[in-house]
């Protein structure tokens, strides 16, 4: 199965814009099967589905990882993205 390379995780932030971080696809799986996608720091982890839902995951201790509004796939020929 071919899976989307990149997401924009976009959380809502209280009172500001909000907070946009892009996220790339690793070579592992989550609990549910789906692939997990990481930020370049890798403190950002996210199980996203093939439906787009997804599932954030702890990466260290005492994290309690925000869901964010929306997972928007980005193509290899979007503009401003690395």
């Given at each position: ?9 976009i959380?809502?932030?209280s009172?500001?814009?909000?907070d946009?971080?892009?996220v790339?696809l690793t070579?592992?799986l989550?609990a549910?099967g ?10 950002v ?19 309690a990882p925000?869901a964010p509004?929306l997972?928007?796939?980005l ?6 993205t690395?």
């Amino acid at each position: 199965m071919v899976h989307t390379e990149r997401y924009e995780l976009i959380f809502q932030m209280s009172g500001a814009a909000d907070d946009v971080v892009s996220v790339r696809l690793t070579d592992r799986l989550g609990a549910g099967g789906f692939p997990v996608y990481e930020d370049e720091s890798g403190i950002v982890r996210a199980e996203i589905s093939d439906r787009g839902e997804v599932r954030m995951l702890a990466s260290g201790g005492h994290q309690a990882p925000g869901a964010p509004l929306l997972a928007r796939p980005l193509g290899e020929d979007t503009p401003g993205t690395p």
